[in-house]
């Protein structure tokens, strides 16, 4: 397990944790090693609750913590046992690059995602770019 340097958004200097080591697990195995260092699986993205990747094979997850009297999000992504980690001192940001994720795995085919996707982020609506409401 590594320690996140810096944050995406605001290139700020942080020592948080990334997400644990995938070493001798599969996406379901990982989820439980994960989730026991913190980190919350993300099944579903959009208002309409649309599948976040494809367990076990790809899985979202994300963690809140307070850096001092400030929030951190953590965003992290297993692809199949290859992990990355960002963190965010913005929710907004966080969410954002949490919602191309979701796009580009929607667009790819490689989640169920909308019917009515559009052709671009930029251009998707509003609704599919918020964490789930229900």
Known sequence: MGI??????????????????????DGYDYMERAS???????????KGGYDFGQWPYVIG????????????????????????????RSWDACNEAISRQAFWYWNAGQSDGPQDLAATFEDMQAEYKVPCSY
Request: proline share 2%.
């Open 4 to 25: 996140i340097i810096k944050t995406t958004d605001t290139e700020e200097v942080i020592s948080e944790k990334s997400l644990p080591s995938a070493e001798w697990c």
């Open 36 to 46: 026991a260092q913190g980190w919350t699986a993300l099944a579903l993205w959009g």
């Open 61 to 88: 997850f994300v963690r809140v913590v307070r850096d001092g009297v400030r929030r951190l999000y953590g965003f992290g992504l297993y692809v199949e046992g290859d992990l990355t980690t960002e963190y965010f």
